[in-house]
């Protein structure tokens, strides 16, 4: 257990304050920023220390990784509005084109997994950087199928493309949780979540936009420019941000060189990464089998696969129900009117992340006199847990009744806030409970929020059919909501008691900060590793 005592005299580190202007005859205790919070974790007096990096430096690292994960989700659903125009060509249904989404989400559900082990050896910034190469060579591939016969080439490029690109929405986390202080974190993971599922609405923006004045295959041209981007930014601008602190592992020091550093960190001309044998990769894999398997991961993890199943399902159908001429029960949307809509639906995810972080800091300081735990994080979620079902029974209701498409725009928007809302929360909040492993936790939380999605375009043509039309089957949708929130409430009320019994069932693998204090003047706090 590590105590740390705050004492507004006794101060060794105030953030933004150069070490000359510190008084020498201070006994060290603890660092603070200048609003007095205390920095967590503590940060050493080493300026190759990723905590000490300038805020501009880790701003710019947090962007190239959003920008990553951004590509990778906006890949996967790159043609959603261009199914249409893809049907002419390979002589399919819109429903079977959008097999190609299904595909490119398998593709980011099961990435992180491939990139797992390879990041744990390479380092991930190499995989950032190879990745993206090889996404971008996948995609030229996926534009130049233009034949009638290149539909099934078509459907594996999307799937290579998506399983490469995929390493930009796992390894963001770890960047961010040695890069950034506790009440920094917040907003790091906003902003990256924010980012990363903008891709799946602005990428259907683009596509509409795309097919309705050019041909169908500059989707995925610019993507082939949006990769190499990522790729060349990494290649410049990304460093390894593990460092050895006491009670962690060791890393070995980067070379300062940046020509050597390139060689070591892209090239494996000197290992950058902590040194890890086989065995010890397979306790890696063996451990996030165990966190998908624990209750604290089962709860968030079943609601995130709901919410999100839906979502994708949303994402890769909607353009088909748009499109559809009116005689046939659809809106007769052209391609750019289709693209309209997707774009009011990203504006509202500015706003879904708006409130995330100031919330779970005013409820440690309003009523847990600064004293911080996990939990304070899941507060954020009351708001979505109403709006969602509601989102979706607008949706339903449109679809069913061919209302007009502004109660069919209210209810996307509605619907999408709901669910974009509680990305960042789920992220934050099961990385902060399993710290030692946040490479595998952003895995199985992307594991869980795609899972479902993937399936639904496989059979949702038969289960619209069962039920008497599309309303229903958002109406089901909505009831299914409802029905798992309950188990979201009690994780909520009683988070702290369900991650207590987690750590019991799996010894080692629960770490937390539980315990810290974020506000100056906080007593005794003891740091929780469970």
């Known amino acids: 257990?590590?105590?740390?005592?705050?004492?507004?005299?006794?101060?060794?580190?105030?953030?933004?304050?150069?070490?000359?202007?510190?008084?020498?005859?201070?006994?060290?205790?603890?660092?603070?920023?200048?609003?007095?919070?205390?920095?967590?974790?503590?940060?050493?007096?080493?300026?190759?220390?990723?905590?000490?990096?300038?805020?501009?430096?880790?701003?710019?690292?947090?962007?190239?990784?959003?920008?990553?994960?951004?590509?990778?989700?906006?890949?996967?659903?790159?043609n959603s509005s261009g199914f249409v125009a893809q049907a002419k060509v390979y002589h399919k249904t819109p429903i079977e084109i959008s097999y190609s989404v299904s595909a490119g989400t398998a593709g980011v559900a099961a990435g992180p997994l491939l990139w797992l082990p390879i990041t744990h050896k390479t380092g991930r910034v190499?995989?950032?950087?190879?990745?993206?190469?090889?996404?971008?060579?996948?995609?030229?591939?996926?534009?130049?199928?233009?034949?009638?016969?290149?539909?099934?080439?078509?459907?594996?490029?999307?799937?290579?493309?998506?399983?490469?690109?995929?390493?930009?929405?796992?390894?963001?986390?770890?960047?961010?949780?040695?890069?950034?202080?506790?009440?920094?974190?917040?907003?790091?993971?906003?902003?990256?979540?924010?980012?990363?599922?903008?891709?799946?609405?602005?990428?259907?923006?683009?596509?509409?936009?795309?097919?309705?004045?050019?041909?169908?295959?500059v989707q995925f041209w610019y993507l082939v420019a949006l990769?190499?981007?990522?790729?060349?930014?990494?290649?410049?601008?990304?460093?390894?941000?593990?460092?050895?602190r006491p009670g962690g592992e060791e890393y070995p020091r980067q070379p300062r060189d940046f020509w050597a550093n390139r060689l070591a960190t892209l090239f494996g001309r000197r290992s950058v990464v902590a040194n890890r044998t086989?065995?010890?990769?397979?306790?890696?894999?063996?451990?996030?089998?165990?966190?998908?398997?624990?209750?604290?991961?089962?709860?968030?993890?079943?609601?995130?696969?709901?919410?999100?199943?839906?979502?994708?399902?949303?994402?890769?159908?909607?353009?088909?129900?748009?499109?559809?001429?009116?005689?046939?029960?659809?809106?007769g949307f052209s391609p750019g009117r289709n693209a309209a809509c997707w774009f009011t639906v990203a504006v509202c995810l500015v706003y879904g992340h708006s409130v995330g972080d100031r919330l779970s800091f005013y409820i440690a300081r309003r009523y847990h006199k600064g004293?911080?735990?996990?939990?304070?994080?899941?507060?954020?979620?009351?708001?979505?847990?109403?709006?969602?079902?509601?989102?979706?029974?607008?949706?339903?209701?449109?679809?069913q009744y061919h209302l007009h498409y502004m109660v069919l725009a209210l209810g996307s928007f509605v619907f999408v806030f709901g669910v974009i809302s509680?990305?960042?929360?789920?992220?934050?909040?099961?990385?902060?409970?399993?710290?030692?492993?946040?490479?595998?936790?952003?895995?199985?939380?992307?594991?869980?929020?795609?899972?479902?999605?993937?399936?639904?375009?496989?059979?949702?043509e038969d289960w619209e059919k069962a039920v008497h039309g599309p309303g229903w089957v958002f109406g089901m949708m909505a009831l299914f909501t409802v029905a798992y929130t309950p188990l979201l409430l009690v994780l909520v009320l009683r988070g702290s008691s369900i991650r207590r019994l987690s750590a019991k069932l799996s010894t080692g693998l629960v770490s937390t900060e539980e315990g810290m204090s974020i506000a100056q003047g906080a007593a005794t706090q003891t740091q929780g590793a469970h």
Not at 158 to 166: H, I, K, P, Y
Not at 204 to 211: H, K
Not at 305 to 322: E, K, P, R
Not at 422 to 431: E, F, G
């Open 371 to 399: 004293i911080w735990k996990p939990e304070h994080r899941l507060h954020s979620l009351w708001i979505p847990l109403v709006v969602i079902p509601i989102g979706l029974g607008l949706i339903a209701a449109s679809l």
């Open 278 to 331: 086989w065995k010890e990769m397979a306790s890696l894999g063996w451990s996030q089998i165990r966190i998908f398997l624990l209750p604290v991961t089962l709860i968030f993890g079943g609601f995130q696969l709901v919410i999100f199943g839906w979502a994708v399902a949303f994402q890769a159908l909607l353009a088909v129900f748009l499109q559809t001429p009116v005689g046939y029960g659809g809106y």
């Open 126 to 217: 190499a995989g950032i950087f190879w990745g993206m190469a090889l996404a971008c060579g996948c995609t030229v591939w996926s534009a130049l199928m233009t034949a009638h016969d290149d539909y099934n080439s078509f459907v594996v490029s999307r799937l290579m493309t998506c399983l490469f690109a995929s390493v930009g929405t796992t390894t963001g986390s770890s960047f961010i949780l040695e890069m950034f202080y506790l009440h920094q974190r917040g907003r790091a993971f906003a902003a990256y979540s924010i980012i990363m599922l903008s891709g799946t609405t602005i990428g259907p923006t683009f596509s509409g936009f795309i097919v309705q004045g050019a041909s169908w295959t």
């Open 1 to 78: 257990m590590a105590t740390i005592i705050v004492d507004k005299k006794r101060v060794l580190h105030v953030e933004g304050v150069p070490s000359s202007e510190k008084d020498p005859t201070q006994i060290p205790t603890s660092k603070v920023n200048r609003q007095g919070i205390v920095l967590v974790p503590q940060p050493s007096d080493d300026p190759q220390d990723p905590l000490n990096w300038s805020t501009a430096y880790k701003v710019l690292m947090l962007g190239i990784l959003c920008l990553g994960a951004f590509s990778a989700t906006c890949s996967a659903v790159a």
């Open 422 to 460: 509680t990305a960042p929360v789920s992220a934050n909040y099961l990385v902060e409970c399993f710290t030692k492993h946040s490479v595998e936790t952003t895995a199985v939380v992307n594991f869980y929020r795609l899972i479902l999605g993937l399936t639904v375009p496989f059979y949702v």
């Open 227 to 244: 990769h190499g981007v990522v790729a060349i930014l990494a290649f410049f601008f990304l460093y390894e941000t593990g460092y050895t």
